[in-house]
C-alpha cells in the first residue's frame, strides 16, 4: 500500500488506504486536514502557541532528512476503540479512528524486525541518530505511541492507572493488527520501555525478544521512602508544592504551551544544554541540535494528551504505581536492558528483576551516556543493540563476546 520514497520525494496521497487500515504518507507528504489536525486559518506567526500537527510532520521530515536510508512514513489507522470495549477508543467521547504516525526504513530482504518505541515527552524522532546503522541489520519500525508526535492526540480522560495502561497497550496492539505484525523485537526507551514490557507480558505470543533502554517503571512507592534525598525533599515547602503540581497533573508541557511564542526558547536552551553542555557523550552537531530542537517544540507544545498519563502511571518521583518489579516473575519474553553509565534511571532495579524471571536476561551499560544513550554515543548503543539480538543476526551467537568499551551488570 505505501508507496516506497527517498527522503526527498513529493508527496501522494493515499487515497485507497482505507480499505487496508492503513494510510500511506510520503517523507514529504501532507495529508487532510481531518486527519492530521488542520492548520487552522491563522498563520503560526499570529497563533499564541505556533504549532500544530502539520508542523510536527514537517519538523520530523527535516530531522529525518539527516537520515540517509530511505524510509516511508504511514498514519496507521487503529479505529474507534478496542473490541468488544463498552467505550470508544480511551474513554473520549468521540467515535472518530485514531492514527498511529509511523515510519518504516529500508532493508535487506529477510531481516529481523525491530519496533522502537520512544519515551515520555519524546518521539520517534528521537532516534535519529541510530536509524541508519539500524536499519543495515533490522527491518526498522518506528512509532510515536498515541497522544504524541504525529499521533492522533484525543481527549486523555483515563481515571486510573489500569485504564491508563490500557490506553497505550491496547492502542499499540490495534496498531500491531493493522500492520499484521507478528514475531518482532521490541524495543522501548524509559516510559517507552515500561509500555513495551506491560506489553510484552500482555500480548508475549508477538514478542521474540524485549530491549528495555533506561527503562522507567522498576522502583515502585514504596522505594520513594528509602531515597533520603526524596524525604527531605518532600518535608519542605518547595517539595510540597512540587507534589501538589504532580498530582494535580501539571506536566512540564503545560509551561512550553503557557509562554507561548517565547515556548521555542525554552525548548532550545534545554536541548542545548542536556545534548551540549551537560552531554556525557557524543555532541550534537550544530544542523543536528537545530533540528531537533525545532522537533522537540512542535512535539511538546501541541495539544496535551498523552503526557497526561504521568500521575496515574508514577508518583512523584517517578515511582511506579504498578511497578514492573512485581510482575518479573511472570516474565516471558527473554530481555536486555541497556543502560547509559550515567543513566538517572537506576540499573539496580533490573538486577532486582532479574532474580525473579524465568528468561534470559542480561543487562549492559553503555560508556559516555546518560539517560539518552542512543544520542549521547550512539555507536556504542548499537554495540549493545546487536549484541543483545546476537541470535537473530548471526548463526554462531554463542561464542559472540561483550563489545569493547561495553560492561555487563
Known sequence: MAEQINNTTTTTKAA????????????????????????????????????????????????????????VQEMVNIGSGPPGSKVRWFRSTSDQPRFINTVTFDSKEDSPTLVMVHGYAASQGFFFRNFDALASRFRIIAIDQLGWGGSSRPDFTCKSTEETEAW?????????????????????????????????????????????????????????SKSEWLTRFRATWKGAIANHLWESNFTPQKIIRGLGPWGPNLVRRYTTARFGAYSTGELLTEEESRLLTDYTYHTLAAKASG????????SFGAFARLPLLHSASEWKVPTTFIYGFHDWMNYQGAQEARKDMKVPCEILRVPQAGHFAFIDNPNGFHSAVFHACRRFLSSDSSNESLPEGLTSA
Not at 17 to 38: D, I, K, L
Not at 49 to 68: A, G, Q, W
Not at 196 to 214: C, D, M, R, T
Open 307 to 314: 503526557e497526561l498519563c504521568l500521575k496515574y502511571i508514577f
Open 168 to 224: 497505550f497497550i491496547d492502542s499499540f496492539e490495534e496498531w500491531r493488527k493493522s500492520k499484521n505484525l507478528s514475531n518482532f523485537i521490541l524495543l522501548g526507551h524509559s516510559f517507552g520501555g515500561y509500555v513495551a514490557a506491560k506489553y510484552a507480558l500482555k500480548h508475549p505470543e508477538h514478542v521474540q525478544h524485549l530491549i528495555l533502554v533506561g527503562p522507567a517503571g522498576f522502583s515502585s512507592d514504596s522505594d520513594a
Open 16 to 71: 485507497a488506504a482505507a480499505a487496508v487500515n492503513v494510510e500511506a504518507v510520503t517523507s514529504t507528504s501532507t495529508t487532510s486536514t481531518s486527519q492530521r489536525g488542520g492548520v487552522g486559518i491563522w498563520p503560526s506567526i499570529l497563533r499564541w502557541i505556533p504549532t500544530s500537527t502539520d508542523h510536527i510532520i514537517d519538523s520530523e521530515k527535516r530531522l529525518l532528512s539527516l537520515v540517509k536510508t530511505p524510509y
